[in-house]
């Protein structure tokens, strides 16, 4: 879901955004992700058609990266090895169509998510029909 800046509650969404960002400005970092319970907290990169695109789950339960040409942040819910994550708001920058395609697919597939596993180094979030492969940032 993208945050719609034309709309009245574009300066509301704004600043719940920037309030999002604020709290998360001290991630887990990759090693605080325990290979024993599989959990997802920790920082993550991964790549859609070459564009870079990280994200980060907090224990907290909140959720924030890097799409590849936008911000985003919202949160998920962990039950044994269902995930769910969502709704995200995004910035709304534009960047070239490659970029904008590949971030349009890797946001898609975050909010079709249906399962994941995860280990130390490798996190894999299933949507159906897709997957997402991060490795530890």
């Not at 990266?65 to 269902?82: I, L």
């Amino acid at each position: 879901m993208t945050v719609n800046r034309r709309g009245p509650l574009a300066g509301i969404a704004a600043a719940t955004l920037a309030g999002l960002m604020l709290l998360s400005a001290t991630p887990a970092s990759a090693g605080d992700v325990a290979a024993a319970n599989g959990t997802v907290v920790g920082q993550w990169r991964t790549s859609t058609d070459g564009v870079k695109q990280t994200i980060t789950f907090k224990k907290d339960g909140s959720v924030f990266g890097d799409s590849g040409c936008n911000r985003f942040a919202g949160g998920y819910k962990v039950e044994g090895d269902a995930i769910t994550i969502g709704p995200l708001a995004s910035t709304m920058m534009a960047c070239e169509q490659p970029r904008m395609d590949a971030e349009q697919s890797f946001l898609t597939k975050l909010h079709a998510a249906v399962s994941y596993s995860a280990t130390k180094k490798v996190l894999k979030i299933y949507a159906p029909k897709d997957m997402i492969r991060f490795v530890a940032k």
